[in-house]
């Protein structure tokens, strides 16, 4: 039960840092709220306060140039990812990752940033952005810092960020834009479900790339494979780097083969 | 009323009439339990057990009791009261020994919710974990520990349920008719399988809650979202010692039930919260979490079958194990093991069978009702049966179904004679098989086959069920005239969603010859001002309660005529009438409004005669019978509603992923009341069929501890997990006793979805498919791990 | 928290408690009890609400947040006590039965007829995918937002076929 916490919703990206800095881990970050509230409400989190950080001003917004390529911000929705003209021209696997999360109305306060930092092993957005070189842009009072989306997550729900710090921009090379790729998501219904396996696979000109969520404690990128590789080869890249378990939701051997199936199919469709 | 003067052809039974209720529902006026707030209103939490089976050494309550804003705390050890549908083995509160992951063993009322969830954090419960016991085979050794070492002890309904002290079984049903050895003696193949389902929730949108009021002098109100508010008010009297008189239910709107909400639940703890409050109003809703383990849920089932076949391909036999898993109460689960022995072989012709069922106690959260109460579960088994008989002997499916099928002059497991009003299995089965071209794919479907390279296949499954409930079942109803000439239905049957409200009236305009609109059924029950009705369950409420309803319009018609006659110096066999007026027949311009006689009629001078117009009836069920104990032979059906599912579904073969193309399903219901509502009945339930079919499921660890208690790991189906098609269709065979010739429906559309789907995908793929539901990871172990048929025949002809 | 935010073309200010999410705030604090709770979690679609014009599950948002905001509710659905054309075609085609997970259906359907006013099946079964119904089995639901976009009339004897 969310009992007690206060709430702040800063206006400036330095009023913001200063909340983070002062209240450290009792602190947590409200952008969507889609996992926040649950987590709240389940007792997995007790926070003292909760920052809003929809109302800063002085935010990136979802923007794409040529020169910058796709810059996602911390406000930026699932439902505005899908529905941006230029992602679905540029980037269908993100619209087609972003499709697969929840629900409509769900999408609608979900954002991209909140998924990633979220950190779950089955984090919808993940697989497509890691295939499509996606950086992280992280912020606090200490200043920024940039690193691949690949070396953000440390563990199930676990990342590099510090308490003080946010994810300011998530930005997608223009280099992989119009990649050909496509997502596939193993579920329970073809409802509303969390992924038991999410498979992403890009081939762009001829550098193949395969992101697999709920195989590992972390969302996964596969690199250094080509279009020339034989479909075993690729697989047994993705056999070798995953490490499924089972639980209530699927078998460990069920989570392996549909990887495997997944990502021939996938293979096969970029080819 | 005369005979002559029987009403004609129904005007509004039959035909598209919109529910009563839809524009309340629409604009979020209608008021639900959860809705309602009362001034002095108290809220209750529960501290429930995080382990399946404990010692309570000790609740230290002090602090909770300390925060400000608490006004009652409570313990099992302060409450010397229990409850107990047909078998009263449950305590209020848990006492010394908890029984199931999440069971209440203390609670709280305070000022608010948060106050509430902040006391219960603060009770600590000291526990002595114990070992569970968590599968119903393994309770049956005899060095399982016992769930209830006092069973022997505990009152019961005698007429109908046989508790074995000393056991975990709290009721045993035998069914014995014929003579099994010389049934299978005569057989030619035996096939032996065994099928297993899980336990699962019925997720009612709105969770159940209550509001509970105890008040100086013992004057209880009762507030609830519950489905039975007359069995509800007799289960808490008889756990209270309290005279009927002095507690009240009122049910308003029910957002959901299927059978989860019928029987006792929350209230007798609010009560006992509200009394030791100083008779605050005390409210509590469930969480959705607490939906799962604080509250019931529908019995897993083993459910073993042995069948004997002929050379003709008819059954010569059948030997129907079942083992219903009660969890830690007996509650309605003794009751779902009578109901589903009676009608363990389905709608078949079987001369010689053995039925034992047993309801057996884990440490798990116990079972109840579920829409079908219990024939989802066992048809699921029967119907793959029927499937797996049909292949070993090289039958056709659906004609082993057909040659199988009960007719008229056969009899019921219990001895009941069919006849040709009882119903027609045979059409509904034809129905739905031709209704997905059964036996064949269509050029379309083997084009579409061809370009997906998934695999289409189809099945068939049959169903029947009879309502479950007392040989003596009954109900009334109540028409009362307003000075207007509209009326007002009175019964204590609830509208849980099923459409009772606007079959009622239909049914109620028809008899009086009134049009809908002048016609309303009370929206809330309330047992001081309702008359008797048993309980919202078994789809047994069309029949009684309709029956009951068109008494009532005849009474105050009979009394309207007898007013009538005098005021127009006539004899009421004179006498005929329309919407508006009584009149006479051979000279209509004699006449005198409804309107006129409503309160009394008043001549010219002021004279008053007659009074208000209020029509009394009642059913009671015709000639059902008690089964005897050793050999379940009896007569216990109200009605049978038989019918079929058709289902087409592809799957692909390589990963077991798999989608539903169309159902379609069959009912005979005697007579359509109002063809939108049941549709959307017959909809409800066959997608309801589709989720336990396909996902739905308790998932528990080696503990007991429950790991899914929500809608992100309990999915239920959502509007993209339709199939492609639906296609409802009706069968009218009159039932001679029901009203307008109806019979219920409510429950059957869910019962064997699961088979006939499994039966398409075993088509399509050849999967052996024992267990439901069926994940898509099932299908893909089932059809990469296939067993020869050979594995379950134990006998079969000399080749 | 004081906030000013303006339901159904009311402006309330109120203290609002900070860890209350707008489905309390709407319940509890401005009882507007059409609004339904089926599970807190985001999960069902009972509590689905217009926030700032978009469909938003109220206990995914905290009342705070909702500072300044317009937001609309089933109670504004229907004007001087007449239907709305969304739920006159639920009334017509039996989209109705327990009533719980209503409101909600309602509301997202008014989201998806005001960016798409004649959705085909598959969107629509998108579009109220996020509203769980236990009742109907969608298809009549279905069935309304087909006849309301001018794509079906509603069905004589319900749709209901007879052998």
Request: net charge negative.
């Given at each position: 039960?969310?009992?007690?916490?206060?709430?702040?919703?800063?206006?400036?990206?330095?009023?913001?840092?200063?909340?983070?800095?002062?209240?450290?881990?009792?602190?947590?970050?409200?952008?969507?709220?889609?996992?926040?509230?649950?987590?709240?409400?389940?007792?997995?989190?007790?926070?003292?306060?909760?920052?809003?950080?929809?109302?800063?001003?002085?935010?990136?917004?979802?923007?794409?140039?040529?020169?910058?390529?796709?810059?996602?911000?911390?406000?930026?929705?699932?439902?505005?990812?899908?529905?941006?003209?230029?992602?679905?021209?540029?980037?269908?696997?993100?619209?087609?990752?972003?499709?697969?999360?929840?629900?409509?109305?769900?999408?609608?306060?979900?954002?991209?940033?909140?998924?990633?930092?979220?950190?779950?092993?089955?984090?919808?957005?993940?697989?497509?952005?890691?295939?499509?070189?996606?950086?992280?842009?992280?912020?606090?009072?200490?200043?920024?810092?940039?690193?691949?989306?690949?070396?953000?997550?440390?563990?199930?729900?676990?990342?590099?960020?510090?308490?003080?710090?946010?994810?300011?921009?998530?930005?997608?090379?223009?280099?992989?834009?119009?990649?050909?790729?496509?997502?596939?998501?193993?579920?329970?219904?073809?409802?509303?479900?969390?992924?038991?396996?999410?498979?992403?696979?890009?081939?762009?000109?001829?550098?193949?790339?395969?992101?697999?969520?709920?195989?590992?404690?972390?969302?996964?990128?596969?690199?250094?494979?080509?279009?020339?590789?034989?479909?075993?080869?690729?697989?047994?890249?993705?056999?070798?780097?995953?490490?499924?378990?089972?639980?209530?939701?699927?078998?460990?051997?069920?989570?392996?083969?549909?990887?495997?199936?997944?990502?021939?199919?996938?293979?096969?469709?970029?080819? | 009323?005369?005979?002559?003067?029987?009403?004609?052809?129904?005007?509004?039974?039959?035909?598209?009439?919109?529910?009563?209720?839809?524009?309340?529902?629409?604009?979020?006026?209608?008021?639900?339990?959860?809705?309602?707030?009362?001034?002095?209103?108290?809220?209750?939490?529960?501290?429930?057990?995080?382990?399946?089976?404990?010692?309570?050494?000790?609740?230290?309550?002090?602090?909770?009791?300390?925060?400000?804003?608490?006004?009652?705390?409570?313990?099992?050890?302060?409450?010397?009261?229990?409850?107990?549908?047909?078998?009263?083995?449950?305590?209020?509160?848990?006492?010394?020994?908890?029984?199931?992951?999440?069971?209440?063993?203390?609670?709280?009322?305070?000022?608010?919710?948060?106050?509430?969830?902040?006391?219960?954090?603060?009770?600590?419960?000291?526990?002595?974990?114990?070992?569970?016991?968590?599968?119903?085979?393994?309770?049956?050794?005899?060095?399982?520990?016992?769930?209830?070492?006092?069973?022997?002890?505990?009152?019961?309904?005698?007429?109908?349920?046989?508790?074995?002290?000393?056991?975990?079984?709290?009721?045993?049903?035998?069914?014995?008719?014929?003579?099994?050895?010389?049934?299978?003696?005569?057989?030619?193949?035996?096939?032996?399988?065994?099928?297993?389902?899980?336990?699962?929730?019925?997720?009612?949108?709105?969770?159940?809650?209550?509001?509970?009021?105890?008040?100086?002098?013992?004057?209880?109100?009762?507030?609830?979202?519950?489905?039975?508010?007359?069995?509800?008010?007799?289960?808490?009297?008889?756990?209270?010692?309290?005279?009927?008189?002095?507690?009240?239910?009122?049910?308003?709107?029910?957002?959901?039930?299927?059978?989860?909400?019928?029987?006792?639940?929350?209230?007798?703890?609010?009560?006992?919260?509200?009394?030791?409050?100083?008779?605050?109003?005390?409210?509590?809703?469930?969480?959705?979490?607490?939906?799962?383990?604080?509250?019931?849920?529908?019995?897993?089932?083993?459910?073993?079958?042995?069948?004997?076949?002929?050379?003709?391909?008819?059954?010569?036999?059948?030997?129907?194990?079942?083992?219903?898993?009660?969890?830690?109460?007996?509650?309605?689960?003794?009751?779902?093991?009578?109901?589903?022995?009676?009608?363990?072989?389905?709608?078949?012709?079987?001369?010689?069978?053995?039925?034992?069922?047993?309801?057996?106690?884990?440490?798990?959260?116990?079972?109840?009702?579920?829409?079908?109460?219990?024939?989802?579960?066992?048809?699921?088994?029967?119907?793959?049966?029927?499937?797996?008989?049909?292949?070993?002997?090289?039958?056709?499916?659906?004609?082993?179904?057909?040659?199988?099928?009960?007719?008229?002059?056969?009899?019921?497991?219990?001895?009941?004679?069919?006849?040709?009003?009882?119903?027609?299995?045979?059409?509904?089965?034809?129905?739905?098989?031709?209704?997905?071209?059964?036996?064949?794919?269509?050029?379309?479907?083997?084009?579409?086959?061809?370009?997906?390279?998934?695999?289409?296949?189809?099945?068939?499954?049959?169903?029947?069920?009879?309502?479950?409930?007392?040989?003596?079942?009954?109900?009334?109803?109540?028409?009362?005239?307003?000075?207007?000439?509209?009326?007002?239905?009175?019964?204590?049957?609830?509208?849980?969603?099923?459409?009772?409200?606007?079959?009622?009236?239909?049914?109620?305009?028809?008899?009086?010859?009134?049009?809908?609109?002048?016609?309303?059924?009370?929206?809330?029950?309330?047992?001081?001002?309702?008359?008797?009705?048993?309980?919202?369950?078994?789809?047994?409420?069309?029949?009684?309660?309709?029956?009951?309803?068109?008494?009532?319009?005849?009474?105050?018609?009979?009394?309207?005529?007898?007013?009538?006659?005098?005021?127009?110096?006539?004899?009421?066999?004179?006498?005929?009438?329309?919407?508006?007026?009584?009149?006479?027949?051979?000279?209509?311009?004699?006449?005198?409004?409804?309107?006129?006689?409503?309160?009394?009629?008043?001549?010219?001078?002021?004279?008053?005669?007659?009074?208000?117009?209020?029509?009394?009836?009642?059913?009671?069920?015709?000639?059902?019978?008690?089964?005897?104990?050793?050999?379940?032979?009896?007569?216990?059906?109200?009605?049978?509603?038989?019918?079929?599912?058709?289902?087409?579904?592809?799957?692909?073969?390589?990963?077991?992923?798999?989608?539903?193309?169309?159902?379609?399903?069959?009912?005979?219901?005697?007579?359509?009341?109002?063809?939108?509502?049941?549709?959307?009945?017959?909809?409800?339930?066959?997608?309801?069929?589709?989720?336990?079919?396909?996902?739905?499921?308790?998932?528990?660890?080696?503990?007991?501890?429950?790991?899914?208690?929500?809608?992100?790991?309990?999915?239920?189906?959502?509007?993209?997990?339709?199939?492609?098609?639906?296609?409802?269709?009706?069968?009218?065979?009159?039932?001679?006793?029901?009203?307008?010739?109806?019979?219920?429906?409510?429950?059957?559309?869910?019962?064997?979805?699961?088979?006939?789907?499994?039966?398409?995908?075993?088509?399509?793929?050849?999967?052996?498919?024992?267990?439901?539901?069926?994940?898509?990871?099932?299908?893909?172990?089932?059809?990469?791990?296939?067993?020869?048929?050979?594995?379950?025949?134990?006998?079969?002809?000399?080749? | 928290?004081?906030?000013?935010?303006?339901?159904?073309?009311?402006?309330?200010?109120?203290?609002?408690?900070?860890?209350?999410?707008?489905?309390?705030?709407?319940?509890?604090?401005?009882?507007?009890?059409?609004?339904?709770?089926?599970?807190?979690?985001?999960?069902?679609?009972?509590?689905?609400?217009?926030?700032?014009?978009?469909?938003?599950?109220?206990?995914?948002?905290?009342?705070?947040?909702?500072?300044?905001?317009?937001?609309?509710?089933?109670?504004?659905?229907?004007?001087?006590?007449?239907?709305?054309?969304?739920?006159?075609?639920?009334?017509?085609?039996?989209?109705?039965?327990?009533?719980?997970?209503t409101a909600g259906m309602v509301m997202s359907v008014r989201e998806l007829l005001e960016h798409n006013p004649k959705p085909t099946v598959a969107e629509i079964k998108e579009g109220i995918e996020g509203n769980l119904c236990r009742c109907t089995g969608y298809q009549q639901i279905i069935e309304a937002v087909l006849d309301v976009s001018g794509q079906i009339d509603s069905k004589s004897r319900g749709g209901l076929k007879y052998v």
């Open positions: 039960m969310n009992d007690g916490f206060k709430y702040r919703a800063p206006t400036s990206r330095a009023e913001l840092f200063g909340l983070l800095a002062a209240h450290g881990e009792g602190a947590k970050i409200l952008a969507g709220g889609t996992d926040l509230l649950v987590d709240i409400r389940s007792g997995l989190v007790r926070p003292e306060l909760v920052i809003n950080l929809k109302k800063v001003e002085d935010f990136p917004e979802l923007v794409w140039s040529q020169s910058q390529g796709l810059i996602i911000g911390p406000a930026t929705t699932v439902n505005d990812v899908l529905h941006d003209p230029k992602v679905r021209d540029c980037y269908p696997l993100l619209a087609e990752c972003a499709l697969s999360i929840a629900s409509h109305q769900l999408r609608n306060r979900a954002t991209v940033i909140g998924n990633i930092v979220h950190a779950s092993p089955g984090a919808d957005m993940a697989p497509g952005l890691l295939c499509l070189g996606a950086r992280v842009q992280i912020a606090s009072q200490r200043g920024r810092r940039e690193l691949f989306l690949k070396d953000f997550f440390t563990g199930v729900k676990r990342t590099v960020l510090g308490h003080d710090e946010i994810v300011e921009s998530i930005t997608v090379p223009a280099g992989t834009a119009r990649s050909r790729g496509s997502y596939r998501k193993l579920k329970r219904i073809d409802g509303h479900d969390l992924s038991l396996v999410g498979v992403a696979l890009t081939n762009t000109d001829g550098d193949v790339r395969v992101g697999i969520g709920s195989a590992a404690p972390t969302p996964l990128l596969i690199e250094g494979l080509t279009d020339q590789d034989p479909a075993d080869a690729v697989v047994a890249a993705a056999r070798a780097a995953i490490r499924p378990i089972s639980d209530l939701r699927c078998s460990k051997e069920y989570r392996e083969y549909m990887i495997e199936v997944f990502v021939r199919r996938l293979l096969e469709e970029v080819r | 009323m005369s005979e002559s003067t029987l009403p004609p052809a129904a005007a509004h039974v039959g035909d598209d009439v919109q529910r009563v209720d839809d524009a309340a529902k629409l604009t979020g006026g209608a008021m639900y339990a959860s809705d309602l707030v009362f001034a002095g209103m108290l809220y209750a939490q529960v501290k429930k057990s995080p382990h399946a089976r404990a010692k309570i050494l000790a609740i230290n309550t002090s602090k909770a009791k300390n925060l400000p804003g608490v006004h009652a705390v409570l313990t099992g050890k302060e409450l010397d009261y229990r409850i107990g549908l047909y078998v009263v083995d449950k305590d209020v509160l848990a006492k010394d020994v908890v029984r199931h992951f999440g069971e209440a063993v203390a609670a709280v009322a305070a000022e608010s919710l948060d106050i509430a969830c902040r006391a219960v954090d603060l009770i600590d419960v000291e526990y002595e974990v114990l070992p569970p016991v968590l599968n119903q085979l393994d309770a049956l050794d005899e060095n399982s520990p016992l769930v209830h070492p006092d069973l022997g002890s505990y009152d019961y309904v005698k007429a109908s349920f046989s508790p074995q002290p000393g056991t975990n079984i709290p009721n045993l049903t035998k069914i014995r008719k014929g003579d099994i050895d010389a049934g299978f003696a005569e057989a030619k193949w035996i096939v032996e399988r065994e099928y297993t389902n899980p336990s699962v929730q019925h997720v009612p949108l709105e969770t159940h809650v209550a509001i509970v009021e105890w008040k100086a002098g013992d004057e209880v109100t009762i507030w609830s979202s519950a489905q039975s508010p007359f069995t509800l008010r007799d289960l808490f009297c008889r756990a209270f010692k309290l005279p009927h008189n002095k507690v009240r239910v009122v049910i308003p709107h029910v957002g959901g039930a299927f059978g989860g909400k019928a029987g006792i639940h929350l209230e007798p703890l609010l009560a006992c919260l509200s009394r030791k409050a100083g008779g605050r109003p005390v409210k509590f809703q469930a969480t959705r979490e607490e939906e799962f383990s604080l509250l019931p849920c529908r019995s897993a089932l083993t459910y073993k079958i042995k069948t004997g076949v002929g050379a003709d391909g008819r059954i010569t036999a059948q030997k129907l194990l079942m083992y219903w898993d009660s969890g830690a109460y007996a509650d309605y689960a003794v009751n779902v093991t009578r109901a589903s022995a009676y009608s363990a072989g389905g709608p078949y012709d079987i001369p010689n069978a053995w039925v034992d069922a047993y309801t057996i106690y884990t440490n798990k959260p116990w079972g109840t009702a579920y829409r079908g109460f219990g024939h989802v579960e066992f048809f699921w088994g029967l119907e793959r049966h029927m499937e797996l008989v049909a292949e070993v002997i090289g039958m056709d499916p659906l004609e082993f179904r057909k040659k199988n099928l009960l007719k008229p002059g056969s009899t019921t497991l219990t001895g009941e004679r069919i006849n040709e009003h009882t119903g027609n299995p045979l059409k509904c089965l034809e129905a739905a098989a031709s209704a997905i071209n059964y036996g064949r794919l269509t050029p379309e479907e083997q084009e579409r086959q061809a370009r997906t390279g998934r695999r289409i296949g189809k099945g068939i499954a049959t169903l029947h069920k009879a309502p479950a409930m007392p040989s003596f079942t009954s109900t009334a109803a109540v028409i009362k005239m307003n000075s207007d000439g509209s009326v007002v239905v009175n019964i204590a049957l609830t509208e849980i969603g099923q459409g009772t409200a606007t079959v009622v009236t239909q049914m109620a305009a028809d008899r009086l010859r009134f049009p809908v609109s002048r016609v309303k059924v009370a929206v809330e029950r309330d047992t001081d001002k309702d008359p008797f009705d048993w309980q919202t369950v078994a789809s047994k409420g069309l029949l009684l309660t309709g029956n009951a309803v068109i008494a009532a319009c005849d009474d105050l018609l009979r009394q309207a005529y007898l007013d009538a006659a005098q005021v127009l110096r006539a004899q009421t066999v004179d006498l005929d009438h329309d919407g508006e007026k009584i009149f006479v027949k051979q000279r209509p311009e004699e006449s005198v409004t409804f309107a006129a006689l409503s309160i009394g009629y008043v001549y010219p001078n002021g004279n008053g005669i007659g009074g208000p117009l209020i029509g009394l009836g009642r059913y009671t069920a015709q000639g059902l019978t008690s089964l005897d104990k050793e050999t379940g032979q009896g007569l216990p059906a109200l009605d049978w509603t038989y019918g079929a599912h058709g289902v087409i579904a592809e799957v692909d073969p390589e990963t077991g992923e798999y989608t539903v193309i169309k159902i379609a399903s069959a009912f005979d219901v005697g007579k359509v009341i109002n063809p939108g509502t049941m549709r959307g009945q017959c909809i409800g339930g066959m997608i309801q069929g589709l989720g336990t079919a396909e996902c739905e499921s308790y998932i528990y660890d080696d503990q007991g501890h429950l790991l899914n208690p929500s809608l992100t790991d309990n999915k239920i189906l959502t509007a993209k997990d339709l199939p492609e098609e639906i296609e409802c269709i009706a069968v009218e065979t009159p039932q001679l006793d029901g009203p307008f010739g109806a019979r219920g429906v409510g429950e059957h559309p869910m019962i064997s979805v699961a088979p006939a789907l499994a039966n398409a995908i075993h088509d399509a793929t050849g999967a052996e498919l024992t267990h439901m539901p069926v994940r898509s990871e099932d299908v893909w172990r089932a059809i990469h791990n296939r067993l020869p048929v050979d594995t379950w025949v134990t006998k079969a002809p000399a080749v | 928290m004081w906030m000013s935010v303006e339901v159904n073309g009311h402006i309330y200010e109120r203290e609002v408690t900070e860890h209350w999410t707008l489905l309390r705030f709407l319940r509890e604090d401005l009882e507007l009890t059409g609004t339904k709770d089926g599970c807190s979690a985001g999960e069902c679609g009972a509590c689905t609400v217009m926030l700032n014009g978009q469909a938003v599950n109220a206990c995914m948002v905290l009342a705070a947040e909702a500072d300044g905001a317009t937001v609309e509710t089933i109670e504004a659905e229907a004007v001087d006590g007449e239907l709305s054309e969304i739920q006159a075609a639920f009334a017509r085609n039996y989209a109705v039965q327990c009533g719980y997970c």
